[in-house]
């Protein structure tokens, strides 16, 4: 989750995320790099002497300043590109989830091996515990085993709403008539947060999403035991 | 410090009276058509009067401007008199037979402003800098208002420091953002903060 004034991203657990950070680092490398160009040049321009009013062209520094910012762009758009890809490929998950949206909280089916499907609130922040965190915690958390490839079905059974959790890199629209598909592996054990990312209603703000990803055992202890 | 601003304002205001084209010798209206030919064509009036062209300018029209990066301008400031102009023949001689004086009226015959004049500061900033800040002080104003009559209370899940340590714990217990955030900044071996 992100802590108290974070403005950056959260720390990754999953390995898509970790790129997306490194692209985003590059990036902004590149626009700080522009930038501070652009800054000094208007720096300069405030103190320098030139005084010729009739200069009518320069070819050389024009094919300059033309060719340069096209290599910035294929700098980026390399990376850029090869990372949209990335991000669509499939390698058959091992756990398919399905998430619906209502309003204004979300439900989970695990439907591969038994039924089990349950729904997730949001806890009041008249109920929380001392240490629990307001209007992020929900009654009954999305459990996923860790370095599993999973497959999560998104859809709504009213208005749209969209379920993500920025720390796994996904988000998709929840629409009442559609599947949305989204794939992720998560590295490390943990709770990832998230919040309905479509306006919805009233209680938009009030259906978080909650991610635990915890050991293959106990993934199987918790599905044999669902009651 | 109000009497040197109010004394640059003087000057300023005295330059520009002196140099605006009302108080100048009254230029009576030249009417040369510059018609094209044909009939019903707009007549150009030209209005530099009685005043010599010398030159381009800075837009090709007979127009008096000061202007630093046009130094010449297109018409002459003052129009021309018999005073003057026995002062453009002396002109032609040794300029060191002229007075001053004489130098100097040559001068304001042609130009409006020396160069000293046009660039001399205005202090202009100063109204700049002063309605900036004014405006910024409003916005700060209307920040405090909303402050104190129209935001709720913070939750007390910020203000009340048992539970934020209480979460600060469970985020640290919970390894949450352990590569650059919080749990990253706990050494989990001495069980205290890092550094």
Known sequence: MSTWSQLSFQDSASPLMEELIMFHDHAMLVLTLVTTLVGYIILTMFSNKFIDRFLLEGHLIEVIWTVIPAFLLIFIALPSLHLLYLLDEYDNPSLTIKSMGHQWYWSYEYSDFLDIEFDSYMIPSKDLEDNQFRLIEVDNRMIVPMNTYVRILVSSTDVIHSWTVPALSVKADAIPGRLNQLTFLVNRPGLFFGQCSEICGANHSFMPIVVESISMNSFLNWINNFE | ?195
């Open chain 2, 1 to 195: 410090m109000i009497e040197s601003w109010i004394a640059m304002a003087t000057v300023t205001g005295t330059l520009l009276r002196r140099c605006s084209r009302l108080s100048a010798a009254a230029a009576p209206l030249s009417t040369s058509a510059r018609a094209l030919g044909g009939g019903g064509l707009p007549t150009v009036v030209e209005r530099h009067g009685n005043r010599m062209v010398i030159g381009y300018g800075f837009n090709g029209e007979p127009n008096y401007i000061d202007r630093v990066d046009y130094p010449i301008p297109a018409v002459r400031f003052k129009e021309d008199n018999a005073q003057i102009k026995v002062l453009r023949e002396k002109e032609r001689g040794d300029w060191k037979k002229l007075t001053k004086e004489e130098v100097q009226e040559l001068y304001r015959a042609t130009f409006c402003r020396s160069f000293a004049e046009m660039q001399a500061p205005t202090g202009e900033w100063k109204l700049v800098l002063g309605g900036t800040m004014l405006a910024c002080s409003i916005a700060v104003w209307i920040y405090l208002f909303m402050k104190v009559f129209v935001y709720e209370k913070l939750p007390d899940t910020i203000t009340n420091p048992e539970k934020v340590e209480a979460q600060v714990q469970r985020m640290i217990d919970l390894r949450m953002n352990p590569v650059q955030g919080i749990a990253s900044e706990w050494d989990y071996e001495k069980g205290q903060w890092k550094n």
